[in-house]
């Protein structure tokens, strides 16, 4: 489905694709768009196809421009319970079993006791549901059993016919060990 999108902020770069939202104050929605990543903070204007990937909105771009934005977007703070959300529309899917506003691309924060490591970690809040986070572009990892703030975007992994929550720090500070 092609769409174009004017004035969006980019709200995290990762190495072969970006996510961007309404805007710097209000985050309405989060996509993800692939493509060589305009800087962080910066207004971006997008052209494309948008398709679904691994339960993810994603717009594969014919162009890309980019402006000087407002800065990169305050993040939305959240218990992992609630992070992940239902499905949106008949285009935009939530989260096997999610409830709740469809929060999936957004910039958020959350906290919790690590669980596990491994390839990513796992954090619990004591709200009930434990939230994975991706340590793809971390080179520090949290010790299990310590207290972490995290903010990243909120995207998704696949799993057989299930869609999962994930959270995917841009950077090694976007891990605070308390």
Same mark, same amino acid.
């Given at each position: 489905?092609?769409?174009?999108?004017?004035?969006?902020?980019?709200?995290?770069?990762?190495?072969?694709?970006?996510?961007?939202?309404?805007?710097?104050?209000?985050?309405g929605s989060?996509?993800?768009?692939?493509?060589?990543?305009?800087?962080?903070?910066?207004?971006?204007?997008?052209?494309?196809?948008?398709?679904?990937?691994?339960?993810?909105?994603?717009? =594969?771009?014919?162009?890309?421009?980019?402006?000087?934005?407002?800065?990169?977007?305050?993040?939305?703070?959240?218990?992992?319970?609630?992070?992940?959300?239902?499905?949106?529309?008949?285009?935009?899917?939530? /989260?096997?079993?999610?409830?709740?506003?469809?929060? /999936?691309?957004?910039? /958020?924060?959350?906290?919790?006791?690590?669980?596990?490591?491994?390839?990513?970690?796992? =954090?619990?809040?004591?709200?009930?549901?434990?939230?994975?986070?991706?340590?793809?572009?971390?080179?520090?990892?949290?010790?299990?059993?310590?207290?972490?703030f995290v903010?990243? /975007?909120?995207?998704?992994?696949?799993?057989?016919?299930? =869609?999962?929550?994930?959270?995917?720090?841009?950077?090694?500070?976007?891990? =605070?060990?308390?």
């Amino acid at each position: 489905m092609p769409v174009v999108l004017s004035n969006k902020v980019v709200s995290a770069t990762f190495g072969d694709h970006f996510y961007i939202c309404d805007s710097k104050e209000v985050q309405g929605s989060g996509i993800r768009v692939n493509g060589t990543p305009p800087t962080e903070g910066s207004y971006a204007d997008i052209s494309g196809n948008l398709n679904t990937l691994n339960g993810e909105r994603v717009i =594969i771009p014919w162009h890309i421009e980019s402006s000087p934005g407002p800065g990169t977007p305050d993040p939305l703070f959240m218990l992992t319970r609630c992070v992940g959300g239902a499905r949106l529309n008949p285009y935009t899917p939530g /989260i096997t079993s999610g409830i709740g506003t469809n929060n /999936i691309g957004l910039l /958020i924060a959350t906290a919790g006791r690590v669980t596990r490591i491994g390839n990513s970690f796992l =954090i619990d809040d004591g709200s009930g549901t434990q939230l994975e986070v991706d340590s793809t572009t971390l080179t520090n990892l949290p010790d299990d059993g310590c207290f972490v703030f995290v903010t990243g /975007i909120r995207g998704t992994r696949q799993s057989d016919d299930r =869609i999962l929550p994930l959270l995917k720090p841009r950077r090694n500070s976007d891990v =605070i060990v308390r």
